[in-house]
């Protein structure tokens, strides 16, 4: 069973531009949730959806949006990109019942310059 | 452990010797608990999980043992290998909107040394 794929791998923005991330969970998987992971601020909960709905969200401010579509894969995006917004940002797909683990991908790397 | 900015809680061992990383949790109403262990350029990895209605837990070379009365909780790593070098962060989650919802500790790094 292949497992939750990322893209792009890498990506370097600028200031004020937005973004756009990918994230296919593993098939059969219901709930994606979405990490950043700093130096600073270690992994940190984004949201969380479940069939198409947002269930969960974290302390994050309205510039970072996420969607899932039918088939369960997710899109995030940060608008109005800032410096500090540079991180590893994680993607997570579970069966989506309570206490199911988290299997994650590898991850985007953005920079902001 | 805790970290301070870029520096995470460094655990060296031999190869062969068991490993202890520590964790203190805050939520007491976290009531479902995991390990994960990152290599570098990799996602998280789960590694074992454990609910608040049992106190121990083992899979494959792995323990992870719960105090709830002190909020702590610990993963040991029988027989160490150079595999298993690696940041294991913990994390403790409660029940939201259906799921759980994990806080991760901030991670300690596991060196083996062969």
């Known amino acids: 069973k292949a497992g939750v794929t990322q893209t792009p791998r890498y990506l370097i923005k600028t200031r004020g531009q937005q973004v756009t991330l990918s994230c296919s969970p593993i098939s059969g998987h219901r709930s994606v949730s979405w990490y950043q992971q700093t130096p600073g601020q270690g992994l940190q909960f984004l949201f969380e959806y479940f069939s198409e709905t947002q269930r969960n969200k974290g302390n994050f401010p309205g510039r970072f949006s996420g969607r899932q579509f039918s088939n369960s894969r997710s899109e995030m995006n940060v608008s109005t990109l800032e410096l500090g917004d540079s991180a590893l940002y994680l993607c997570?797909?579970?069966?989506?019942?309570?206490?199911?683990?988290?299997?994650f991908g590898n991850g985007t790397r953005l920079t902001v310059t | 452990g805790e970290s301070v900015g870029l520096h995470l809680p460094t655990l060296s061992v031999q190869e062969g010797d068991n490993s202890i990383i520590n964790c203190a949790y805050s939520n007491s109403a976290s009531d479902y608990f995991i390990w994960y262990k990152q290599e570098s350029g990799k996602g998280p990895q789960f590694i074992i999980d454990?609910?608040?209605?049992?106190d121990k837990r083992q899979g494959q070379r792995v323990t992870v043992l719960l105090n709830k009365t002190v909020k702590h909780l610990s993963l040991q790593i029988a027989a160490t290998q150079p595999g298993d070098s690696a940041v294991y962060f913990c994390a403790e989650s409660y029940p939201s909107g259906g799921s759980y919802i994990p806080t991760f500790g901030r991670g300690t790094s596991l060196i083996v040394h062969p």
């Open positions: 454990i609910r608040s209605n049992m």
């Open positions: 997570a797909s579970s069966i989506g019942h309570a206490d199911s683990p988290l299997h």
